[in-house]
């Protein structure tokens, strides 16, 4: 009866529309009362500040803002560029441009949102222009971004290291062979698509000058994933200091290439500055409907729940999979990250799951649930930027989602995929 109030009340409001900070503060507010427990009530501004408390929150609205430095200052031009010019050639090389630079950029911003919205406005006109379909434009761009979530820094990973105080380098080591081997199973699926419809290539293979010269135009901005991720698996930065590195050197080169005008960087600080204030209004209501998840029963009541149909890791694994790619499709990602995180991370110590492994499969779960209908946010964004119809796009989108689910299973099932990075950081 509990779970029932608790979590039925919060579907019922989100499913009218209230926004998600409010449906959890309201639910939980709504649950104490019922069930008398109105002392802990209190507890809402303590528990809501302690939520923002964290110094690893502080990386996120760099990592945005990095994103879309490289966005307005040439970086992302110069990367389509550089992949354009190595495989433009190959039959649906655009397509393959894309995936590629949909993973550099992942290396970056940490968003899968500010990566549909990046390569997508470069690369969808680019691809329609050179008579792609649009809803298969759409589809390839909406499917690369998922790497956003996974190809570290990826602001989930953050926002479960805070959560759960795991370490985040290792969380964003537990994501990067999983990503890539999401990133490359993407390009195999357009490269069969693309030769089965002998979709279009570039005329003639780009000269080794031609290459060269696209190199070193984009070379500046292939290192950011390096300086971002290097910087904090060998601890010379934290975490958050990472994210001021990143946001310094995008907007130096920048600078450099002379692409950054006062009005398009104050156009981008107000954009970001809204994103950002959204997703910590969240998170601080999360703060208190968590603390009343974990302190009234509630959660405890779930874990028995499962752990009375099987205590075995494998099984336990096997139905969380199953639970996430279902409620993926009606809960939105942050919901998804805010609500189950506190409650699933306390199950999966009890039958032995690796923390890193799960995370792992958690956040591709998190890149599977923005494809999927009716919440999936870059579903409706790439279509939107396309100006394809969404029965299109969806269609197109089948063989990419089922790619992304064999490769969230194949690491579901062996761990070592996503453990043996982290466990190398412990050495």
Not at 12 to 37: A, E
Request: aromatic share 8%.
């Amino acid at each position: 009866m509990d779970l029932l109030i608790l979590f039925g009340g919060l579907m019922v409001l989100m499913l009218q529309g209230v926004p998600i900070s409010f449906s959890m503060g309201i639910s939980g507010v709504f649950f104490l009362l019922v069930t008398g427990q109105s002392e802990l009530l209190i507890m809402i501004p303590n528990r809501m500040v302690m939520a923002l408390d964290s110094y690893g929150l502080m990386a996120i609205p760099f990592f945005y803002l990095a994103g879309s430095l490289m966005l307005i200052g040439g970086l992302t031009l110069r990367l389509v560029a550089f992949s354009r010019a190595m495989i433009g050639h190959v039959t649906g090389g655009l397509s393959l441009v894309n995936v590629i630079a949909s993973m550099v950029f992942a290396g970056v911003s940490g968003s899968c949102v500010a990566d549909a919205s990046a390569i997508g406005s470069v690369l969808i006109p680019a691809m329609k222009k050179d008579r792609y379909p649009a809803d298969f434009s759409a589809a390839v761009t909406a499917s690369a971004a998922t790497c956003g979530h996974i190809i570290p820094p990826s602001i989930p990973m953050v926002l479960i290291g805070v959560m759960q105080e795991l370490p985040i380098g290792k969380l964003f080591l537990a994501g990067a062979i999983p990503g890539i081997l999401l990133g490359f199973s993407l390009m195999g699926t357009a490269y069969i698509i693309s030769r089965r419809r002998d979709y279009p290539r570039e005329e003639r293979r780009s000269t080794l000058r031609e290459m060269g010269r696209a190199f070193l135009d984009g070379f500046l901005t292939l290192l950011m994933p390096g300086i971002v991720v290097g910087g904090i698996v060998f601890g010379v930065v934290t975490i958050t200091e990472t994210g001021v590195l990143a946001c310094v050197y995008a907007l130096i080169l920048g600078f450099i290439y002379r692409e950054i005008s006062l009005e398009k960087f104050l156009a981008m600080a107000k954009e970001t500055a809204r994103g950002v204030s959204n997703l910590l209004m969240i998170l601080s209501a999360a703060g208190f409907f968590g603390y009343v998840v974990m302190n009234t029963g509630v959660g405890d009541q779930l874990v028995a729940l499962i752990l009375s149909i099987s205590t075995n890791k494998w099984m336990v694994l096997s139905m969380l999979v199953v639970f996430l790619l279902i409620i993926g499709c009606g809960l939105d990602v942050l919901a998804i990250i805010f609500i189950f995180v506190p409650v699933l991370y306390p199950l999966t110590h009890k039958v032995g799951i690796d923390p890193y492994h799960f995370s792992a499969v958690f956040v591709l779960s998190l890149g599977i649930a923005l494809l999927t209908p009716p919440v999936g946010v870059l579903l409706y964004l790439a279509s939107d930027m396309a100006e394809a119809p969404l029965i299109g796009v969806i269609k197109e989108l089948v063989p990419f989602l089922l790619v992304e689910i064999a490769v969230m299973l194949l690491v579901t099932y062996v761990p070592i995929l996503s453990t043996w990075l982290p466990g190398l950081m412990s050495k």
